[in-house]
Each structure stands twice: as structure tokens, then as C-alpha cells.
């Protein structure tokens, strides 16, 4: 069951393909919790050389996945939030535990430690199988788009 599909998400998330790493959300608890799939198939751009004969998700692309779900959490909060961004901000405590590959469904849990009207900080857990492929601290700023 999805309480977000992939055209909700762009409603809230101005990331767009091949950006988008966030399929849909499966449970939220607001201001607390988010949890979201990550749907991972043979065809994402970054299998092309990231590796051809081995395919493996970059870890990175993980944590942005984790960002983008965290970034639904705190956005959703913003009446005005078509008109704002997030940008990553930090990064603390990141692991890489286990590789992620097509066929993959990544689930992407996040819970907030922080959330503010401009800073944001939240702690996530990216699983494969009820196994932790990579988890850290993530730290956001809440922008506004028009500006400079």
C-alpha cells in the first residue's frame, strides 16, 4: 500500500529522472518517520558504469535516495513547499554495508532527529531484505528555489 506514488512524490520533490531515487512512500508518521521503495531494475543509468560486468547501486546514490525520502518528510510540513528546495547540507556516520543490485527493492527508513523551518537533521537506514545496505546522518537546508 502506498500513501505516496511516484506522482505525489513529484508534487512534493522537484527531482526529476534520472534524479528521482524514490519511488513511493509507504508509511509516514509526520514530523517523526518516513519510510519509502526504491524499486531497483536493470535499466538505472548508473548500472552503465557503475559496474557493466557487476552491476552495484553506489552507495552515494543510496544516501541521496535516504535524503530524497527524508526531504518528503520534512517539505510535506511547508504550505508554500513547490516554492522551496532542499540541498544536503551533511553527512555524518555513513556506512556501506551490504551491495544493492537490480531486482533489489530498497527500502529507505528515516527518522527525523530534527526538523525545523530551515535546518534539517535525520537519521536513515537504506534495507534489502530486512538487511542494512547503508545508513547515516543526514543533514538538509531548506532553500528557497527563486533565489540566488
Known sequence: MSIYDVN????????????LLVDRIIELDPR??????KQVTANEHFFEG???????MPGVLQIEALAQVGAILALRE??????????????NSAKFRR??????????????IR????????????KVDGYIT?????????????SK
Open 8 to 19: 505525489a512524490i513529484k508534487e512534493i520533490l522537484p527531482h526529476r529522472y534520472p534524479f
Open 32 to 37: 517523526v518517520r518516513i519510510v519509502g521503495i
Open 50 to 56: 557503475h559496474f557493466p560486468e557487476l552491476p552495484v
Open 78 to 91: 511547508f504550505e508554500d513547499r513547490s516554492e522551496k528546495i532542499p540541498f544536503f547540507s551533511g553527512i
Open 99 to 112: 551491495p544493492v543490485v537490480p531486482g533489489d527493492t530498497l527500502v529507505l527508513e528515516v527518522e527525523a
Open 115 to 126: 526538523i525545523g523551518s530551515k535546518v534539517q537533521k535525520m537519521r536513515g537506514l537504506a
Open 134 to 146: 547503508a545508513e547515516a546522518e543526514i543533514m538538509s537546508v531548506i532553500g528557497d528555489r527563486n
